[in-house]
Antibody, heavy 120, light 109 residues
Framework: EVQLVQSGAELKKPGESLRISCKGS????????IGWVRQMPGKGLEWMGI????????KYSPSFQGQVTISADKSISTAYLQWTSLRASDTAIYYC?????????????WGQGTLVTVSS | SSELTQDPAVSVALGQTVRITCQGD??????ASWYQQKPGQAPVLVIY???SRPSGIPDRFSGSSSGNTASLILTGAQAEDEADYYC????????????FGGGTKLTVL
């Protein structure tokens, strides 16, 4: 069974750093694209970026380039989303999702989401 | 342009057919994928490619595309189909990222 298990909710202060995780199981982690999606409170989905763990090929949305870092450790089947200096506007639910479909990149399996709250 | 435009809200009577549309220049080059999201839940892929459904998605969901418009068609809407629906497509400028539409809130009356 394919599973994506994300790390727990976080409460952070503005300016703090943070790394959240997404552990995959039940599929070939290294050779499957894994992406991150943001959903701000009461708002829609925003595509942040995607990584291919085997070679760490990473593609970012222009809106998130330079704002976050996406990485993956294939030895432990875990992907990460990282901030160096959080802002209140980073408050959101962050989903990881994978593309098992081979012909095209679509997000066909999703994690449960990680709520990040940034507040002073 | 990498923008995808959706109607904010659409309603359908129980058992009737509804079309949810998504417009954008990228749709002239790439197929859209469609995601269903119910309150408090993670999104679920319902349609991708020309008109493919992941396993477990009812066949009342289908997709079509023409020009700069992609459509999610729900034939025989059920109460459990009430949800937010998002289209998603690869950006045709760079091809290196994807973008979501703003989402459509579907109400089943």
């Amino acid at each position: 069974e394919v599973q994506l298990v994300q790390s727990g909710a976080e409460l952070k202060k503005p300016g703090e750093s943070l790394r959240i995780s997404c552990k995959g199981s039940g599929y070939n982690f290294a050779n499957t694209w894994i992406g991150w999606v943001r959903q701000m409170p009461g708002k829609g989905l925003e595509w942040m970026g995607i990584i291919f763990p085997s070679d760490s090929d990473t593609k970012y949305s222009p809106s998130f380039q330079g704002q976050v870092t996406i990485s993956a450790d294939k030895s432990i089947s875990t992907a990460y989303l990282q901030w160096t200096s959080l802002r209140a506007s980073d408050t959101a639910i962050y989903y990881c999702a994978i593309s098992l479909e081979m012909a095209t990149i679509v997000l066909d399996n999703w994690g449960q989401g990680t709520l990040v709250t940034v507040s002073s | 342009s990498s923008e995808l435009t959706q109607d904010p809200a659409v309603s359908v009577a129980l058992g009737q057919t509804v079309r949810i549309t998504c417009q954008g220049d990228s749709l002239r080059t790439y197929y859209a994928s469609w995601y269903q999201q119910k309150p408090g839940q993670a999104p679920v892929l319902v349609i991708y490619g020309k008109n493919s459904r992941p396993s477990g998605i009812p066949d009342r969901f289908s997709g079509s595309s023409s020009g700069n418009t992609a459509s999610l068609i729900l034939t025989g809407a059920q109460a459990e189909d009430e949800a937010d629906y998002y289209c998603n497509c690869r950006d045709n400028n760079s091809g290196d990222h994807w973008v979501f539409g703003g989402g459509t809130k579907l109400t089943v009356l």
